[in-house]
Nanobody, 126 residues
Framework: QVQLVESGGGLVQAGDSLTLSCVASGLTVRDYTMTWFRQAPGKEREFVTALRRNTNTPNYVDSMRERFTISRDNAKNTLYLRMNNLKPEDTATYYC???????????????????WGQGTQVTVSS
């Protein structure tokens, strides 16, 4: 049984940093495209950043490229998202997702992913 468990969210002030974690079980993270999405209230789920399988080259949304960093620890089977200089507009539930055989054009779209975590809430106050 596959499980993705996110943690590390919380209430922070604008300008603060957070690191989110996604611990995977039942799959090997290096064999999947591992992605962070986020969803704010009343909005659609939004791609944040991804690490495609067997690569260390991330994909980012341009608006988040300078502040967010995705990484993967294969030994711990864990995905991370480091978020710096957080802004109130970053407030959302952040989800970890895994997709097995995704081509590059598909990684941006939630419906192509096979597995999802339950999400972790990030709230940034101004």
């Amino acid at each position: 049984q596959v499980q993705l468990v996110e943690s590390g969210g919380g209430l922070v002030q604008a300008g603060d940093s957070l690191t989110l974690s996604c611990v995977a079980s039942g799959l090997t993270v290096r064999d999947y495209t591992m992605t962070w999405f986020r969803q704010a209230p009343g909005k659609e789920r939004e791609f944040v950043t991804a690490l495609r399988r067997n690569t260390n080259t991330p994909n980012y949304v341009d608006s988040m490229r300078e502040r967010f960093t995705i990484s993967r620890d294969n030994a711990k089977n864990t995905l991370y998202l480091r978020m710096n200089n957080l802004k109130p507009e970053d407030t959302a539930t952040y989800y970890c997702a895994a997709g097995k055989n995704l081509i590059l054009s598909s990684i941006w779209t939630p419906r192509y992913y096979d597995y999802w975590g339950q999400g972790t809430q990030v709230t940034v106050s101004s």
